[in-house]
């Protein structure tokens, strides 16, 4: 603990203004009187960059880097004259190609798996829902009557596979998108071709000195991003459905208290189904359980964080222990015998925390490896070899290296989770009339004033899950259904309004809809790939009617009230292109009163787009979505 030590903060934090998690704050308290250091003492040590917050620098050649001023940005230009439009918009552009990277990228390897399950050279992982493999296939025009089930899929991987490889033409998911929406997009010329293309484009046009028109940028944002939530991000989701099940709604836990001071204690945490689903085998080997037994468990208790957490969160019912902000903390309580972790959103300071509590931690993905870190490789074709060796380390770890002291916070929070599109559809529809015919009746009666997608990261500049919860409170107050995914779905969850007596908390109308049905106010659709559920949710409420031809004649919103991420930038700019009005807090990378600021927040819906939005307060975030949802409706003549 030496080293631990000498790390000891001198300064006193109130810690309650860091999260309004319990267990959080719990396992804080521990770190601080340990010494531990984490993303939350870190963030407060180390202010922002007042330059770089607002996207007023640029690095991107060696005549740099150029820093112009914030408070005067029109003053100066960089080295080769670049002006603070084009110096923001690059940077913007970088934000959505990398975020749109990460999510393909995980897509493909969704695809490539689906691919060798097709070939017969995976065998752990089989087509689990035939019906949903059936209707991917027909959304995207292939014939599926009187073929075997195998045919379909090999006719379907091929399809799929041009969502990243097509050089030119339109990415197979853009049948999905209303006539109207693709009509917008390919009049501005924004329609995806693959996404390799797309995003090559974007790093070349935001390289030195090529693209130095911010409104020409921003369409090339908006392709690449559009190339994620219809392309990326939605074969991740359709082709996770059709390999692992497709979720339907189930109770399920959330929050520490789920971790078993008397069980082995594993915690996969990430992104892709993929490793998760073979971890739940092997923690359910019955040799594997016995080996545990034999170290003095009573079991072994898999959980999950973040996204793949929240995957399984929703298709299978496993315990869930907290979103992007917990993932130091849980290490805190001593408890966690191993953490497996894949790509995407793994703190590097993981590492010293897992080490001050003898917790095993291990890479797995050869993307992601973290120095001195262990890295055991997951293989599709041999994925037991990986995780039954980590489930034996956590067995390991349990018997001789458990810390003297375990403290595990006793919150569990349970709700109903793993509302996919297609269950929405059947549990408003009823048996009879699956369809979101009753979703729209409501919105065009009243009932329901509309609908909003709050999504996305924690980050410890902003006070962790109260930005979340307060916006979603207030929405579903004002009679707004709320649809969730990510970390955001998890901080709801934990604050108990997952449940269906959560429609106390909602307006007269959203409660009468929500108590016929028996749903909660607040609905989880899963990980933050399965955002793109949402995109099909709204071109499903267009192709019925009554509520405009295009995703921007709807009265939804979207919001990412704590956002950190680069992909949240390219979801927020899916959205956005989509026809959504979407609004971020925390910090935006813009100045406001500038020309890109306009286009970004203005401009855009003018070209019959959405728009982007923003707001600290989340009061003041849920009346911005909720204006603009009553403007919808005014300009659908269904106000009153
Ligand atoms: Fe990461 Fe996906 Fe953000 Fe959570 S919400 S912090 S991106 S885990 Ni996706
Ligand atoms: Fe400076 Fe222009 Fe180089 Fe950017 S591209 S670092 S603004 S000279």
Known sequence: MAEVEKKEKKKEYNLKEFTTCESTLMMLQKAAAEGVDNAFFRAAEMKPCPIGMESACCKHCAMGPCRLNPKDPYSRVGVCGATIDTIAARNFARMVASGAAAHTDHGMTMLDVFRDVVNGKIKDYKIKDEVKLREVAKSVGIEVEGKETLEIAKELYHELEKTYTQVEGEIPFAKRVPPKTLETWRKLGIVPRGAMREIMELMHRSHMGVDQDYRNIVLQCSRTALADGWGGSMVATEISDILFGTPKPLVAAVNMGNLKEDHVNIIVHGHEPNLFESMIDSVNDPKLIEKAKEAGA?????????????????????????????????????????????????????????????????????????????????????????????????????????????????????????????????????????????????????????????????????????????????????????????????????????????????????????????????????????????????????????????????????????????????????????????????????????????????????????????????????????????????ALGIMG
Request: aromatic share 6%; proline share 4%.
């Open 298 to 634: 009573k079991g072994i208790q898999l959980l999950g964080m973040c996204c793949s957490g929240a995957e399984a969160l929703s298709r299978h019912g496993i315990p869930h222990a907290g979103n992007f902000m917990s993932t130091e903390a849980v290490l805190v309580t001593g408890a966690v015998d191993a953490m497996a972790v894949d790509v995407q959103c793994i703190k590097q300071g993981l590492s010293t925390v897992a080490k001050c509590y003898g917790t095993r931690l291990f890479t797995t993905n050869p993307r992601c490896k973290i120095e001195g870190v262990e890295h055991i490789e997951f293989h599709e074709r041999e994925p037991r070899k990986c995780t039954d060796k980590i489930v034996e380390m956590a067995i390991e770890r349990f018997k001789n290296g458990r810390p003297d002291r375990i403290v595990i916070p006793p919150r569990r929070d349970f709700g109903v989770h793993g509302f996919s599109h297609e269950y929405i559809n059947y549990m408003l529809g009823g048996t009879f009339r699956a369809s979101y015919k009753p979703l729209n009746e409501n919105i065009i009666n009243g009932k329901i004033r509309g609908v909003a997608g709050v999504v996305g990261c924690t980050n410890p500049r902003v006070r962790q899950d109260w930005v979340h919860v307060e916006l979603v409170k207030e929405l579903i107050k004002n009679n707004v259904l709320v649809v969730q995914t990510g970390c955001s779905q998890i901080a709801l969850a934990k604050a108990g309004l997952m449940k269906p007596d959560a429609a106390v908390l909602a307006g007269d109308g959203l409660a009468e809809v929500c108590e016929a049905v028996g749903m909660p106010p607040v609905l989880g659709l899963g990980s933050c790939v399965d955002n793109s559920r949402i995109l099909i949710a709204c071109a499903e409420m267009v192709r019925i009617g009554g509520l405009g031809e295009s995703i921007a004649d709807l009265p939804v919103a979207g919001a990412a009230p704590e956002y950190m991420s680069e992909k949240a930038i390219c979801i927020g700019q899916y959205f956005v292109a989509s026809g959504v009005y979407t609004v971020f807090g925390v910090t935006f990378p813009t100045i406001e009163g500038t020309k890109f600021h306009k286009h970004l927040f203005e401009e855009l819906e003018e070209m019959g787009l959405g728009k982007w939005g923003f707001a600290t307060d989340p009061i003041e975030m849920a009346h911005k979505m909720i204006a603009h949802i009553d403007k919808k409706r005014e």
